[in-house]
C-alpha cells in the first residue's frame, strides 16, 4: 500500500487558533494521511490518534522501497482490522510534534524564526481542535470512530466528551482519563534531563544538532516504563552482550544495557527534543475529569454520545489496568455500558503496538457492529 | 541513645585484600558502627547491612543535637526489635562507599591521589569480605543474625552461602537472589546519565564537586522505582505546587515534580557520584545462582546452613515479591523451610524503611527465637 504525507493549513493573524493555555497560533500546518475512500454517506471516517512519538504515518509505504511501513501497518490495510477496503481512516501528526504539523521546530510567521521554546504550550484538547479543522477540511462530519493507544486514546477520550456530536464510538487503548503521578514523574526527569544538558541551550540548539545526552536518556528512561518486568525477564535476562563473563567495566555488559543505549541513539536521530518536552507536557496535564462541571469523571463523560470499546493490557504499568476500568466505571455511573477488554500480555505498555493478534479481532469486529449501527440508523 | 564511628583498617601491599574481579587493594579502611555489648558466649552478635546509599550510622545520634537520628532508628535500639539491650548489632559502610570505608573518591597509597575511575570494581561477594575482616577484628565468630533490605539483603544472602559456618540465620528484606534486567536497565539509564554529565570528566570532577545535574537525574530516576504507583497516588495524586491551576510552564507545576527535585539536589549534597556508579554495578553483577556449582540457586543455597527469615512487600515492584519466592523454593528443592512473610502494603520498594511497625515484631521475634536456640545448641 503506498501512501503519501497531505498537508492542510488554516489560521491567521485574524483567525488565530486559540489555544487552551490563552495563546494564540496564526498558522497551523497538519500533515496528514489517508488510506480508503470516504463513503457517500460520509459513515466510514475513522481517525486514529497516535501515541508520544508516532506520526501521520500510521501504515503503507511511502515509496516502493520504503524501508519500513507505517506504526500500526499490521492493523491498517486492506482486509485488516481498519480494512481500507470498508473504511477511510485519517491519521495526522499532533500539534507540536515534529513530523511536520506546526510544533516547536515551525517558522514562527510573526519572527520568521523558529519558535522553540516560544511555542505556547499546548494540550490534548489543543491537539484535538487541530484534528476538527482537518476533520471540515475533508468533508467529514462524524468519526465512525476514533481509535488510538497511550496518548492516541487520550485523544479519542477527549473527542468522545469535546465533540460528543461528532464521535459515533471512541477506542481509547492503554490509555488512562487521566495522567498519574507516576507518568507525571518519569515525564518530569525525562524533560529535566533534556532541559539539563549543556547542548540544549534554552531550547535553541541549532538546526540539525540535539541535546543528545539529554534526549537520550529521556528516551531510555521512557522506554524502560513501556517494557515490563516480565518482557525483560524473557527478552534479555542477565545474557551478556558478546562476552563470557562480565568485564568489570561501566561499558554496556548485559544486553538489556546494549538495548537501551540503542534505543536512546536511535531516538536523537528521529525526534525533536523540544516536541518532546511539549508533548510529555501536554500528556501532564490531560484529565478528562476536568472536563466535568464537578471536576468529576463521570460527569465529564455524560457529555459523551458515542459507543466505547475500551482495552488494556494486564502488564502494562504506565497505564494500569485499572485506570481503564476508571473509565468503564465512570461511564456506568452515567448507565452507560462499554466494551472493555484486559488483554492478558507480558508486553507492558507497548503491548497495543505488539499484541495485534489479540487486538485485531477485537477492534477488527467492534468496528463492523459500529458500521452497521452507523447504516442503520 | 548516642553513638560514635569507628574505624578499622587492613591490607598491605604484602597482604592486599584480593577482589573477585582480580585486582588488589593494598590499604582498606572500614568505617562501622556498634550498639550494645557481646556477651560472653559471643553469641548476640548481629550484622546489619545497608542500602546503596546507607551507612554504618544505622541507629541513634552522633551528638546530643544531632538533627537526625541513623537510618533504621525505629527498628534497633533499647527495646526495639534489633534490641541493644540483648544484641550486640554492627554496622559498617561498605567497600566502595562515601561514608568512611574505602571507595573510590579514597587516597590511593600507590598515587596519593583519589583512586576515582581507577578504583577496582567491587562485588557484593567483596563488601561480604571486607565485612568478615571486620569481623574477625570484633573477636565475633558467628553472627546470630545478618540482615538488611535491598543492597544489604544481597549483602546478607551472600554470607549465608560464602561464610555458612559464620552466620547462624539471615533476613533478606525487599531483595532478590540477582539482580533483575528491570534493575540493571534503571542502574544502566542512571550511570549514563552521570558519566555524560559535562562535569564528570572521566570521574576527575574536582573534589567538593559533583557531576551535579547527572547525579540528580539519576537519584530521580532511582527514586520513582522506590516508591509505588499506589503511594504516588496518596502522596501526590495530581496536586499541583503553590498555585490555583497549571501555570503552563516546564517549571515544577506538580508536587511529585517539586519532590523528585529536591530528592536529587539532597542527593547531590550527600552521595558521591563515583561511588553511586560502583554500588549500582555491583549491584547488577550480583547473582548468588554463580555461587552454585551448576549457576542454579537451589544448588548456591545447598550451601548455606543457616535459618532464613525472608521478607518482601506486595508493591515492591523494583524487587517483587516473586524474586522472594524463588529464594524460599530454592531453599525447598534443598528440603530446607524458611520463614517467608509478603507485607501487604502500598509503599513500594521503601517499605522496607517505612513499613516498621509491620517488620518490628517479625523480626523481633525471629530474632528472640535465634538467640533462643544458639543458647540451647
Known amino acids: ?22 495563546k494564540n497560533l496564526n498558522e497551523v500546518q497538519v500533515c496528514y494521511e489517508s488510506y480508503g475512500e470516504l ?46 477496503n470498508k473504511y477511510f481512516i485519517v491519521c495526522s501528526n499532533i500539534l ?44 467529514v462530519e462524524k468519526w465512525l470512530a476514533v481509535a488510538g493507544g497511550s496518548l492516541g486514546g487520550m485523544q479519542a477520550l477527549q473527542w468522545a466528551v469535546t465533540y460528543p456530536e461528532k464521535v459515533h464510538s471512541c477506542i481509547p487503548i492503554a490509555t488512562a482519563a487521566q495522567c498519574s503521578p507516576l ?14 544538558d549543556e547542548n540544549f541551550d534554552d531550547g535553541n540548539y541549532p538546526k540539525g544538532t540535539q541535546p543528545e545526552k539529554g534526549l537520550s536518556i529521556a528516551r531510555m528512561i521512557a522506554h524502560m516504563t513501556y517494557l515490563s518486568d516480565v518482557s525483560m525477564q524473557n527478552k534479555f535476562g542477565r545474557k551478556l552482550q558478546e562476552m563470557d563473563d562480565v568485564n568489570y567495566e561501566f561499558t554496556h555488559n548485559f544486553q538489556v544495557e546494549s538495548y537501551l543505549n540503542y534505543q536512546g541513539r536511535q531516538f536523537v536521530n528521529r525526534f525533536d527534543a523540544n516536541s518532546y518536552l511539549y508533548i510529555t507536557r501536554a500528556m501532564d496535564y490531560f484529565n478528562l475529569a476536568e472536563e466535568g462541571e464537578d471536576k468529576s469523571l463521570a460527569q465529564a463523560l455524560a457529555k459523551s454520545l458515542c459507543q466505547f470499546c475500551i482495552i488494556s493490557f494486564s502488564s502494562d504499568w504506565l497505564f494500569p489496568p485499572y485506570q ?25 505498555h507497548d503491548a497495543f503496538l505488539l499484541e495485534v493478534d489479540v487486538l485485531a479481532p477485537i477492534i477488527g469486529n467492534f468496528l463492523e457492529q459500529q458500521l452497521e449501527s452507523c447504516s442503520n440508523a
Open 96 to 139: 507540536s510534534s515534529c513530523y511536520g504539523t506546526t510544533g516547536p521546530q515551525s517558522t514562527s510567521p510573526e519572527t520568521g524564526e523558529s519558535y522553540n521554546l516560544d511555542f505556547p504550550m499546548t494540550t490534548i484538547y489543543d491537539m484535538v481542535n487541530v484534528q476538527n479543522e482537518l476533520m471540515k477540511h475533508l468533508d
Open 324 to 348: 481503564s476500568v476508571e473509565i468503564v466505571n465512570a461511564l456506568a455511573e452515567n448507565h452507560r455500558t462499554a466494551t472493555y477488554c484486559n488483554i492478558k500480555s507480558d508486553a507492558g
Open 183 to 196: 507518568s507525571i514523574g518519569f515525564n518530569w526527569v525525562g524533560r529535566e534531563s533534556i532541559i539539563k
Open 39 to 84: 463513503n457517500a454517506e460520509k459513515s466510514n471516517a475513522i481517525l486514529i490518534c497516535h501515541a508520544l512519538t508516532g506520526s501521520a504515518h500510521v501504515a503503507g509505504r511511502h515509496s516502493e522501497d520504503d524501508r519500513k511501513p507505517g506504526w500500526w501497518d499490521e492493523m491498517v490495510g486492506p482486509g485488516k482490522s481498519f480494512d481500507t
Open 1 to 22: 500500500m503506498l501512501v503519501k504525507e497531505q498537508f492542510f493549513s488554516f489560521a491567521s493573524k485574524e483567525e488565530p487558533f486559540r489555544l487552551r493555555c490563552g
